[in-house]
């Protein structure tokens, strides 16, 4: 069999499990220690290519689901998913769901007393390009109160799912936008530490800003990269778990 | 005419200096109209499992997929089980998430190329449910051969479990093998785990159904916690 590369392990930037700030971490994060294993073709494999099959076809225009545009700021959300190394993750699946441009999502538990819209779901998804770009269509979603302390809004935020190409490189995250004041005191933003949590924050980008039509921001994720090392015949990298 | 230009840069996402992998970050409570798709949790029939419809509205079909499948070999089986946080609570807003071998021990996969190996085809292996209000989860799929392990080692079957929540900042890492059979005793990864916790890793047939159901909990703290995995 050929020999498959691991992948990184998790750098700096990754949040704690247990973040009590965000409330809801307390009961749900585990206290053993995790145990650390070599990565095994379990790992190192995924339904990588097999999108199409599993959840359907690309779904990037988020304002053309329903017989009219929906209300809010229209945008364009652009950029490329890479690994460590800066090499383009093609063909890989990312999924997107967001509340509307008043800060509701569609769910029938988001009981917030804003407005629906009825030419808004806030679900879409699409496939990188060869050079692992993507390109969606949405409005910018609004914030919105929740209960996880007095007082407590979340930022305006997107979220997005990864499959990658392993079971390694699976990764489920949010983006935010860069004139938000709401960051700096969200707790699940805060969770990352710092300078890390600017990578959740997109760019507006003038050349990704079509004229008389829509605000363009830039967002690259990043996923965990094959590792310069090959696999240790024993055990994985290394024989070191804590 | 003004010269088109981009305000100037800051701390963010496109920043050289910051680049590295992406933080991750919680699911929420509001996935369920966007991941957990009609059918993505019946990795061999065509069935609706896995998606909670009751909480989009009907008229909401982007995720209304159940594939066509072919002939897929091996024992068709049911894993099923609860998710529950540290006070015994069941989570009632939980995605699951699994990735298998087929019954043959090879993964649908372009980085498993050991072609010797034959493919089922229409069976992926990759599998997604949420839970019900009773933090209740099922997938139905087959029982996944043995795969190699590090080195010569064989790896006993078993399943790789991701769990997603509100609460849960990033995925937990986790794996079902099965009780009874005989490579459990050997397998490298189990090797790993001390003694008194393996059992929170084994998936246990169900006495009081026909066969074939396997029951799996998830702790996500506390007493009994199953074990999760740094990969």
Same mark, same amino acid.
């Given at each position: 069999?050929?020999?498959?590369?691991?992948?990184?392990?998790e750098?700096?930037?990754?949040?704690?499990?247990?973040?009590? +700030?965000?409330?809801?971490?307390?009961?749900?994060?585990?206290?053993?220690?995790l145990?650390?294993?070599?990565?095994?073709?379990?790992?190192?494999?995924?339904?990588?290519?097999?999108?199409?099959?599993?959840?359907?076809?690309?779904?990037?225009?988020?304002?053309?689901?329903?017989?009219?545009?929906?209300?809010?700021?229209?945008?364009?959300?652009? /950029?490329?998913?890479?690994?460590?190394?800066?090499?383009?993750?093609?063909?890989?699946?990312?999924?997107i769901?967001?509340?509307?441009?008043?800060?509701?999502?569609?769910? *029938? *538990?988001?009981?917030?007393?804003?407005?629906?819209?009825?030419n808004?779901?806030?679900?879409?998804? &699409?496939?990188?390009?060869?050079?692992?770009?993507?390109r969606? &269509?949405?409005?910018r %979603?609004?914030?919105?109160?929740?209960?996880?302390h007095?007082?407590?809004?979340?930022?305006?935020?997107?979220?997005?799912?990864?499959?990658? +190409?392993a079971?390694?490189?699976?990764?489920?995250?949010?983006?935010?936008?860069?004139?938000?004041?709401?960051i700096?005191?969200?707790?699940?933003?805060?969770?990352? %530490?710092?300078?890390?949590?600017?990578?959740?924050?997109?760019?507006?980008?003038?050349?990704?800003?079509q +004229?008389?039509w829509?605000?363009g921001?830039?967002?690259?994720?990043?996923?965990?990269?094959?590792?310069?090392?090959?696999l240790?015949?024993?055990?994985?990298e290394?024989?070191?778990?804590? | 005419?003004?010269?088109?230009?981009?305000?100037?840069?800051?701390?963010?996402?496109?920043?050289?200096?910051?680049?590295?992998?992406?933080?991750?970050?919680?699911?929420?409570?509001?996935?369920?109209?966007?991941?957990?798709? *009609? /059918?993505?949790?019946d990795?061999?029939g065509?069935?609706d499992?896995?998606?909670?419809?009751?909480?989009? +509205?009907?008229?909401?079909?982007?995720?209304?997929?159940?594939?066509?499948?072919?002939?897929?070999?091996?024992?068709?089986?049911i894993?099923?089980?609860?998710?529950c946080? @540290?006070?015994?609570?069941?989570v009632?807003?939980?995605?699951?998430?699994?990735w298998? @071998?087929?019954?043959?021990?090879r993964?649908?996969?372009?980085?498993?190329?050991?072609?010797d190996?034959?493919?089922?085809?229409?069976?992926?292996g990759?599998?997604?449910?949420?839970?019900?209000?009773?933090?209740?989860y099922?997938?139905?799929?087959?029982? %996944?051969?043995?795969?190699?392990?590090?080195?010569d080692?064989?790896?006993?079957?078993?399943?790789? &479990?991701?769990?997603?929540?509100?609460?849960?900042? *990033?995925?937990?890492?986790?794996?079902?093998?099965?009780?009874?059979?005989?490579?459990?005793?050997?397998?490298?990864?189990?090797?790993?785990?001390?003694?008194?916790?393996?059992?929170?890793?084994?998936?246990?047939?169900?006495?009081?159904?026909?066969?074939?159901?396997?029951?799996?909990?998830?702790?996500?703290?506390?007493? /009994?916690?199953?074990v999760?995995?740094?990969?």
């Amino acid at each position: 069999m050929t020999l498959i590369l691991p992948y990184a392990r998790e750098d700096a930037g990754q949040p704690p499990s247990l973040h009590p +700030p965000y409330v809801s971490t307390v009961p749900r994060s585990p206290r053993q220690p995790l145990v650390r294993i070599p990565q095994t073709l379990t790992e190192l494999t995924g339904p990588a290519g097999c999108w199409d099959n599993l959840m359907g076809e690309s779904l990037f225009d988020l304002t053309d689901q329903h017989l009219a545009r929906p209300l809010g700021q229209r945008i364009v959300v652009a /950029g490329r998913v890479l690994d460590e190394q800066g090499r383009p993750v093609r063909g890989t699946v990312m999924e997107i769901w967001q509340a509307n441009a008043a800060g509701r999502y569609i769910h *029938k *538990k988001d009981q917030w007393d804003a407005p629906h819209d009825p030419n808004f779901t806030g679900a879409g998804r &699409v496939i990188t390009d060869d050079e692992g770009r993507y390109r969606f &269509v949405t409005v910018r %979603p609004g914030a919105y109160p929740w209960g996880n302390h007095h007082n407590a809004w979340r930022p305006s935020h997107i979220h997005l799912s990864l499959l990658g +190409p392993a079971f390694a490189t699976r990764l489920v995250t949010q983006m935010y936008f860069p004139d938000d004041p709401l960051i700096e005191i969200d707790p699940i933003a805060n969770a990352v %530490p710092s300078p890390y949590r600017q990578r959740l924050v997109s760019r507006f980008d003038i050349e990704t800003t079509q +004229p008389d039509w829509a605000l363009g921001y830039l967002f690259d994720v990043v996923l965990r990269g094959r590792g310069a090392t090959p696999l240790d015949p024993e055990y994985g990298e290394d024989d070191h778990h804590d | 005419m003004t010269e088109q230009v981009n305000p100037a840069p800051r701390l963010d996402n496109q920043d050289p200096g910051l680049f590295g992998q992406t933080p991750s970050q919680t699911v929420g409570p509001f996935f369920h109209y966007s991941l957990p798709w *009609k /059918g993505g949790a019946d990795l061999v029939g065509q069935s609706d499992m896995g998606a909670r419809p009751e909480l989009f +509205p009907e008229d909401h079909d982007v995720l209304n997929l159940s594939p066509p499948r072919g002939a897929i070999r091996g024992e068709t089986i049911i894993l099923e089980g609860v998710v529950c946080d @540290a006070d015994g609570k069941p989570v009632p807003d939980a995605m699951i998430e699994i990735w298998q @071998a087929n019954a043959a021990g090879r993964y649908a996969s372009p980085d498993d190329d050991r072609t010797d190996i034959p493919l089922d085809e229409g069976f992926i292996g990759f599998g997604r449910a949420a839970t019900s209000e009773e933090g209740f989860y099922r997938f139905r799929t087959v029982l %996944p051969g043995a795969v190699p392990g590090p080195g010569d080692s064989l790896q006993a079957p078993h399943i790789a &479990v991701g769990v997603f929540a509100r609460g849960v900042l *990033k995925r937990l890492a986790t794996r079902v093998y099965f009780a009874g059979q005989d490579a459990n005793a050997t397998d490298p990864i189990l090797a790993l785990v001390p003694a008194e916790r393996r059992h929170t890793l084994i998936a246990r047939e169900a006495p009081d159904k026909d066969g074939g159901v396997w029951r799996f909990d998830i702790v996500l703290q506390g007493e /009994g916690e199953t074990v999760f995995f740094d990969i």
